[in-house]
């Protein structure tokens, strides 16, 4: 079975820091882009971060300078590195998955990418 499972939600004070997990299985994340979305209550889903095979990497103005996407294809697995938490932070962060040996996934579109996960909440304080 293919799946994504996010962790490492939580809450945690402005300042902060977190580091989320993707792990994938029933498939190899080595022939996989992954990007990181989120989406606040009320809010239009918002796409994070992204990172191709090669490990080309895209970012948020939003979290530019204190988000760090990585991978681990021996742990098949994908981090979100979330440093200098702000209030405004505060969202349910999913991963998707799209087969894409080439390239990035920044610009294809959400409801085009092929597996998502279901979620994490994070909660940045004040």
């Known amino acids: 079975e293919v799946q994504l499972v996010e962790s490492g939600g939580g809450l945690v004070q402005a300042g902060g820091s977190l580091r989320l997990s993707c792990a994938a299985s029933g498939f190899k994340l080595e022939d996989f882009a992954i990007c990181w979305f989120r989406q606040a209550p009320g809010e239009e889903r918002e796409r994070v971060s992204c990172?191709?095979?090669?490990?080309?990497?895209n970012y948020a103005d939003s979290v530019k300078g204190r988000f760090t996407i990585s991978s681990d294809n021996v742990k098949n697995t994908v981090y979100l590195q979330m440093n200098s938490l702000k209030p405004e932070d505060t969202a349910v962060y999913y991963c998707?998955?799209?087969?894409?040996?080439?390239?990035?996934?920044?610009?294809?579109?959400?409801?085009?990418?092929?597996?998502w996960g279901q979620g994490t909440q994070v909660t940045v304080s004040s």
């Open positions: 990172i191709s095979v090669s490990g080309s990497t």
């Open positions: 998707a998955a799209e087969f894409l040996p080439y390239g990035s996934a920044w610009y294809i579109p959400a409801h085009d990418l092929d597996y």
